[in-house]
């Protein structure tokens, strides 16, 4: 990674689609970055559009030709963000697609760019993404909600054997859903007793109902299923409450760094967190990323970021492999490809076209026992929980 290019992508403006230009040239390599850039998922966008505008200015020439890249607000909206992919791929000739935040609409554009015969990586985390409605075209770099909750519940279940009644609050949408189908799944397994449910809207911003319900119902163990702003809301509040001193708060996947740093260590500390990725695991990817935020922003990367980043880069890799901008060439180069990532050695699954990595348990420590302004927990655990590709109900045409 080049230093200088990192510097001058740190201080330069964000790019947003400006689709009198023509996306698909013949002197460029285009990606296009369609994510939520207004709404409550607008924090998340704003990080994406970094991490892919990162890898492209790193990139620089491919094949001799220029990488350029331009962002979409898909605004959250499943309707919006097939439009907007139908507009770059039918009137500007654009096939690579990198983003998503959302499962609701990183499902509805897997269907979109599959059928123009696109490449499409997302870090969604619905199962159906790499599962009942995989295609050809879709990558997904997340690990999908089954690993969350046996990475994260399993392992809390086996840490507390005595903490036997959970309750749950779940957003009502894809993801959450996912993860709560498995989350009950580890309770019948360890014979937890579920005392309640809360689901919410994507709306959602008071949760002050959600957690006297969960009080009353007197768990040892109050699991979060929402994610970045409202999963900040909801802790908040629990911690608001008292909540911590009388039960274990977990939350199944946190957006890392940048929702630690809204947080503040006082609501942190002692919370257990999972996490896709973290700036403080020591591999190769990891130690150069890191170092080089830190010379550039003064401040350590945070998981969309990167996560966003190494999904270009793999998209932009696999063209180099190719040696092509054929689709039909770069998702050949994809599969089963394995590459140096955050979590380590990552490969991308050919069965399902699902990346196999690391997954992480972290837990908040207080401000005293920080190391520096980054340093808000510590990892507990980590590991692979993937379920074979014949149980994910991919069928690739």
Not at 69 to 95: F, H, I, L, S
Not at 218 to 241: E, G, I
Not at 359 to 382: E, R, T
Request: contains cysteine.
């Amino acid at each position: 990674m080049d230093r200088r290019n990192f510097l001058r992508l740190s201080a330069a403006a964000p790019l947003t689609a400006a689709f009198g230009t023509v996306l698909a040239q013949s002197d460029t390599i285009e990606l296009v970055c369609p994510v939520p850039l207004s709404g409550p998922f607008a924090a998340n966008g704003k990080f994406s559009e970094m991490g892919v505008r990162l890898a492209v200015e790193n990139y620089g020439k491919l094949l001799g030709k220029r990488v350029t890249y331009t962002t979409m607000d898909t605004e959250g909206k499943p309707a919006t963000a097939v439009r907007k992919v139908q507009e770059a791929a039918q009137q500007k000739g654009a096939r690579f697609f990198v983003g998503g935040i959302l499962s609701s609409e990183a499902l509805a554009m897997s269907k979109e760019v599959d059928k123009v015969r696109g490449v499409y990586m997302t870090i969604a985390g619905a199962d159906e993404i790499t599962g009942s409605d995989c295609n050809r075209s879709t990558f997904r770099w997340s690990v999908p909600t089954y690993g969350i909750i046996d990475q994260t519940v399993r392992q809390l279940a086996e840490k507390f054997p005595n903490a036997k009644r959970w309750y749950t609050i779940t957003p009502q949408y894809v993801f959450g859903e996912g993860l709560l189908h498995w989350s009950k799944e580890v309770f019948k397994a360890k014979g937890i007793e579920h005392v309640g449910n809360s689901s919410h809207s994507l709306a959602e911003k008071e949760f002050s109902g959600y957690l006297t319900n969960a009080m009353a119902a007197k768990p040892d163990v109050l699991l979060l299923l929402n994610f970045a702003s409202q999963s900040s809301d909801t802790l908040r509040q629990a911690v608001s409450f008292g909540i911590k001193k009388n039960m274990i708060i977990v939350v199944a996947q946190s957006a890392g760094l940048e929702q630690f740093e809204s947080l503040g260590p006082d609501i942190c500390d002692g919370v257990y967190f999972g996490l896709q990725n973290w700036h403080g695991v020591d591999t190769p990817f990891n130690r150069e990323f890191v170092r080089l935020a830190n010379v550039a922003t003064k401040s350590d990367t945070n998981f969309t970021v990167t996560s966003t980043y190494t999904c270009a880069k793999a998209v932009l890799d696999a063209i180099k492999k190719a040696n092509s901008t054929d689709p039909r060439a770069v998702i050949a180069a994809m599969e089963g490809m394995q590459y140096e990532g955050p979590t380590g050695i990552e490969e991308i699954r050919r069965g399902d076209h699902q990346v196999i990595k690391d997954f992480y348990l972290l837990k908040g420590k207080p401000k005293a026992a920080m190391k520096n302004k980054s340093d808000f927990g510590d990892i507990v655990s980590s590991g692979k929980s993937f379920l074979p590709v014949e149980k994910t109900f991919c069928k690739m045409a």
